[in-house]
């Protein structure tokens, strides 16, 4: 086997925590995916030589990357990938999966996934603080390799660390890691949507619940985006599952129990949702119908 065969192959090994990296980085398949290539490219010009931890190298160089698309995003004012220019109403790509037909406890084993919840939050941050987060907390990165990526001493990282993860940890909402509990609860949303049982359905939903609905810069039929506050409020945005040509699967998004909605196939919304005590705190969704044509729906029995 040739040596570029072989970095390749070596490269390979790695592609699937880069690609968890990024994706925790930029919120966007297609952008993480992107950054990931990058990340081939100068292993493929630099070579291996000299580098005694090659996931490590990898793992700062991608987030590297990451940095300089956020920073790129800022600089030209633009709200990723939405078009609305208000953050509010962010909601990142989501990542789909099948709800298992037996056995669904063995999803809360799925550790490497990031609820959408949390992906929200890290919008807010800082680039470098979300940089230093991200490789810190999620991938034990340590603060002297990250410090030279976002040019400060390992001390001044850490406290962009610090800043981010407080945040975090105030903004993220709390969730039922059970699925059996999210399905329930995503049951009666969907019996009482369907039915249009009114009260029934703020019923399930918190107090305090905030639904975010991003159509992208155009809108996409009765999907507009919004940010929607109040169990009474978001009530009532939720009829749309009771038109005849609408249908409502429960698939897994981002590891957690959630919701496509379709039309004659094709698919008009995913909805990523947080429980906790069994009410439903946050929903959101997603309706650009320009981001949703590249997900990938095949094996989710939608």
Not at 162 to 186: E, F, L
Not at 204 to 217: E, F, K, M, T
Not at 225 to 248: I, S, Y
């Amino acid at each position: 086997m040739d040596l570029a065969q072989t970095l390749a192959d070596r490269f390979e090994e790695h592609r699937g925590p880069l690609r968890a990296v990024a994706y925790r980085m930029l919120g966007s398949v297609p952008e993480a995916e992107d950054a990931v290539q990058e990340a081939w490219l100068r292993l493929d010009r630099t070579g291996a030589d000299g580098i005694d931890n090659l996931g490590g190298w990898l793992t700062t160089v991608t987030g590297r990357i990451c940095l300089d698309m956020l920073r790129s995003r800022a600089a030209r004012r633009e709200q990723p990938m939405s078009g609305q220019g208000d953050a509010d109403v962010f909601v990142p790509d989501p990542v789909l999966r099948a709800v298992p037909r037996t056995d669904p406890e063995q999803e809360a084993l799925h550790t490497d996934e990031v609820g959408l919840a949390m992906l929200v939050v890290l919008e807010t941050l800082d680039p470098a603080e979300r940089l230093a987060f991200v490789l810190h907390d999620m991938f034990a990165v340590p603060f002297d390799a990250i410090a030279p990526v976002v040019e400060r001493t390992p001390a001044a990282t850490r406290q962009l660390a610090s800043r981010a993860r407080r945040r975090v940890r105030s903004a993220t909402p709390a969730a039922d890691p059970d699925p059996g509990r999210q399905r329930s609860a995503v049951e009666a949303f969907l019996a009482a949507s369907r039915t249009g049982d009114f009260e029934s359905l703020v019923a399930v939903l918190h107090p305090d619940i905030v639904l975010r609905a991003d159509a992208g810069a155009t809108g996409a039929g009765d999907a507009v985006t919004k940010l929607v506050r109040g169990a009474r409020e978001v009530a009532a945005q939720a009829m749309l599952f009771r038109r005849v040509n609408v249908r409502a699967r429960m698939v897994l998004v981002n590891g957690t129990v959630g919701l496509v909605v379709l039309s004659e196939g094709r698919p008009l919304s995913v909805t990523g949702l947080t429980v906790e005590d069994g009410r439903i705190t946050g929903l959101y969704i997603l309706a650009d119908q320009e981001r949703l044509a590249r997900l990938d729906l095949s094996g989710l029995q939608v």
